[in-house]
């Protein structure tokens, strides 16, 4: 999944990807506001794992208050792996505890070419800080998989005010403890957000991913990841 993660470094996508997850500026006098997104990504990696070739990848994120719920989808275009598609659901609540630092907690159920026994369920509770870098901390539990991830990242956008864009930089580090595999990854980043209209927005990037294992591009310790994406506010 999904743009905590995935995106998460997009978005972080990914994916995801993650994670994960930014909804667009709620509509003046209104507290509801909805996102849709749809992003192709080269390979499909998820925490330091290579899910999948390349793929398209849809959402939708509604945010009401602090309170906020989404669907993430991917479907490989080549369709030649085991979970060829994967739909997560997911539903969370952000707080904030000072001027700076926010909270967020919510849950996500990860299913499987439209439900199956992989089928899981993890919870997440994370803290972000609105200073230089945005440095946040994550913890991730599934307790179908009893598999913990800890995921810690930065980001940093430079304006170009030429072309009334920025380049936005990320990176992530962040450990799998899952019963006889643990794996650490790391995550660097680089996008380039475009403004199409006042409510869309189209975002091209390239993640470099490296972990400890084989588990990356064609059996690689790393690879890298390029996507681009259309997200529209409402």
């Not at 940093?156 to 030429?162: C, E, V």
């Amino acid at each position: 999944m999904i743009k905590q993660t995935s995106l998460a470094l997009a978005a972080l996508t990914a994916g995801l990807t993650a994670q994960a997850q930014d909804a667009a500026p709620a509509a003046e006098g209104s507290a509801l506001s909805v996102t849709v997104d749809v992003t192709y990504v080269s390979d499909y990696v998820f925490r330091g794992a290579k899910l999948g070739g390349a793929s398209i990848q849809p959402s939708v994120e509604a945010a009401y208050g602090d309170f906020y719920a989404g669907a993430w989808h991917t479907s490989e275009l080549s369709n030649t792996t085991a979970n060829a598609t994967e739909t997560d659901l997911y539903a969370g609540y952000g707080l904030a505890l000072t001027d700076t630092l926010s909270l967020d907690a919510g849950v996500t159920r990860y299913t499987y070419e439209g439900g199956s026994n992989d089928d899981t369920t993890e919870v997440y509770v994370g803290l972000s800080a609105d200073v230089l870098l945005s440095p946040s901390l994550y913890y991730y539990y599934d307790f179908d998989l009893e598999t913990y991830t800890v995921e810690a990242s930065v980001g940093y956008s430079l304006p170009i005010d030429a072309v009334n864009t920025s380049l936005d930089l990320s990176g992530a580090v962040g450990h799998v403890g899952a019963p006889g595999e643990d794996r650490t990854y790391f995550v660097v980043g680089a996008a380039v957000p475009y403004a199409l209209s006042e409510t869309a927005t189209l975002t091209v990037g390239v993640d470099y991913i490296l972990n400890d294992s084989d588990r990356l591009i064609d059996g690689d310790e790393d690879g890298v990841v390029g996507y681009a994406g259309v997200s529209i506010g409402f």
